[in-house]
Protein backbone atom coordinates (compact mmCIF):
# COMPACT_ATOMS: atom_id res chain seq x y z
CA UNK A 1 0.00 0.00 0.00
CA UNK A 2 3.01 2.22 1.07
CA UNK A 3 4.71 1.77 -2.53
CA UNK A 4 1.98 2.46 -4.59
CA UNK A 5 1.09 5.94 -2.19
CA UNK A 6 4.63 6.78 -3.29
CA UNK A 7 4.60 5.74 -6.93
CA UNK A 8 1.16 7.83 -7.32
CA UNK A 9 2.98 10.70 -5.61
CA UNK A 10 5.46 10.36 -7.73
CA UNK A 11 3.66 10.37 -11.08
CA UNK A 12 2.13 13.45 -10.06
CA UNK A 13 5.09 15.21 -9.62
CA UNK A 14 6.08 14.01 -12.78
CA UNK A 15 2.95 15.05 -14.42
CA UNK A 16 2.68 18.92 -12.97
CA UNK A 17 6.67 19.41 -14.14
CA UNK A 18 5.72 18.50 -17.31
CA UNK A 19 2.81 20.65 -17.45
CA UNK A 20 4.63 23.70 -15.87
CA UNK A 21 7.82 22.99 -18.49
CA UNK A 22 5.48 22.99 -21.46
CA UNK A 23 3.64 26.22 -20.66
CA UNK A 24 7.21 27.82 -20.47
CA UNK A 25 7.61 31.31 -22.38
CA UNK A 26 10.52 31.21 -24.70
CA UNK A 27 11.82 34.50 -23.32
CA UNK A 28 13.05 34.68 -19.83
CA UNK A 29 10.13 36.41 -18.03
CA UNK A 30 12.56 39.16 -16.58
CA UNK A 31 13.58 40.37 -20.14
CA UNK A 32 11.45 43.21 -20.65
CA UNK A 33 12.01 43.31 -24.41
CA UNK A 34 12.00 39.65 -25.92
CA UNK A 35 11.90 40.98 -29.56
CA UNK A 36 15.27 43.13 -29.16
CA UNK A 37 17.42 39.46 -28.94
CA UNK A 38 16.30 38.83 -32.23
CA UNK A 39 16.91 42.72 -33.91
CA UNK A 40 18.87 41.04 -36.99
CA UNK A 41 19.52 44.66 -38.92
CA UNK A 42 16.92 46.52 -36.94
CA UNK A 43 18.80 48.97 -33.79
CA UNK A 44 15.80 50.74 -33.06
CA UNK A 45 15.10 47.39 -31.36
CA UNK A 46 17.75 47.53 -29.68
CA UNK A 47 17.69 51.66 -28.26
CA UNK A 48 13.75 50.80 -27.38
CA UNK A 49 15.57 48.82 -24.22
CA UNK A 50 18.09 51.97 -23.88
CA UNK A 51 20.19 54.31 -25.02
CA UNK A 52 23.26 52.09 -24.07
CA UNK A 53 21.81 49.32 -26.26
CA UNK A 54 22.17 50.59 -29.47
CA UNK A 55 24.23 48.38 -31.53
CA UNK A 56 22.72 44.83 -32.83
CA UNK A 57 25.49 42.26 -33.19
CA UNK A 58 25.16 38.83 -33.31
CA UNK A 59 21.41 38.61 -33.43
CA UNK A 60 21.48 40.45 -29.80
CA UNK A 61 21.70 43.61 -28.57
CA UNK A 62 25.04 44.83 -27.36
CA UNK A 63 25.39 47.73 -24.31
CA UNK A 64 27.64 49.87 -25.73
CA UNK A 65 29.08 51.30 -22.53
CA UNK A 66 30.21 48.31 -21.18
CA UNK A 67 30.56 45.13 -24.03
CA UNK A 68 34.30 44.63 -24.78
CA UNK A 69 33.85 43.75 -28.45
CA UNK A 70 31.42 46.63 -29.14
CA UNK A 71 32.56 49.34 -27.28
CA UNK A 72 31.22 53.04 -27.77
CA UNK A 73 30.17 51.90 -31.47
CA UNK A 74 29.19 49.01 -32.47
CA UNK A 75 31.98 46.64 -33.94
CA UNK A 76 34.58 48.77 -31.89
CA UNK A 77 36.52 46.07 -29.65
CA UNK A 78 38.89 47.03 -26.60
CA UNK A 79 42.27 45.79 -27.05
CA UNK A 80 43.79 42.89 -24.67
CA UNK A 81 44.03 44.06 -21.28
CA UNK A 82 41.91 46.82 -21.25
CA UNK A 83 37.74 47.07 -20.18
CA UNK A 84 35.12 48.84 -21.62
CA UNK A 85 33.81 51.55 -18.97
CA UNK A 86 30.87 54.01 -19.66
CA UNK A 87 31.61 53.64 -23.61
CA UNK A 88 35.56 53.84 -23.30
CA UNK A 89 38.42 51.52 -23.53
CA UNK A 90 40.50 51.61 -20.12
CA UNK A 91 43.52 50.02 -18.52
CA UNK A 92 41.91 49.19 -14.69
CA UNK A 93 46.00 48.95 -14.04
CA UNK A 94 46.58 52.47 -14.76
CA UNK A 95 43.95 54.62 -15.51
CA UNK A 96 42.74 57.37 -12.52
CA UNK A 97 39.34 57.49 -13.29
CA UNK A 98 38.32 53.68 -13.51
CA UNK A 99 41.50 52.41 -10.96
CA UNK A 100 40.73 48.65 -10.29
CA UNK A 101 37.31 48.61 -11.89
CA UNK A 102 34.85 51.06 -14.01
CA UNK A 103 34.17 54.43 -12.13
CA UNK A 104 36.42 53.86 -9.57
CA UNK A 105 38.54 57.02 -9.12
CA UNK A 106 41.47 58.27 -7.86
CA UNK A 107 42.05 61.98 -5.71
CA UNK A 108 43.21 64.16 -7.52
CA UNK A 109 46.70 64.16 -8.59
CA UNK A 110 46.80 60.47 -6.67
CA UNK A 111 48.46 57.93 -9.37
CA UNK A 112 46.58 54.61 -10.26
CA UNK A 113 49.00 51.62 -10.06
CA UNK A 114 48.34 48.29 -10.19
CA UNK A 115 44.93 48.50 -9.96
CA UNK A 116 45.17 50.81 -6.81
CA UNK A 117 45.18 54.60 -5.93
CA UNK A 118 48.29 55.44 -4.60
CA UNK A 119 50.15 52.29 -5.08
CA UNK A 120 53.94 52.61 -5.23
Do not use: W
Not at 35 to 57: G, T
Request: glycine share 8%; aromatic share 4%; charged share 10%.
Amino acid sequence: MALTCRLHLLLSVLIITAIQASSAVPFPPSDPHPRAHKCAHDASACRAMSPNHACCFNRACKDLSTNPFNCGACGRACPMGQRCCGGECVDLSTDANHCGKCALSCLPGVLCSSGMCGYA
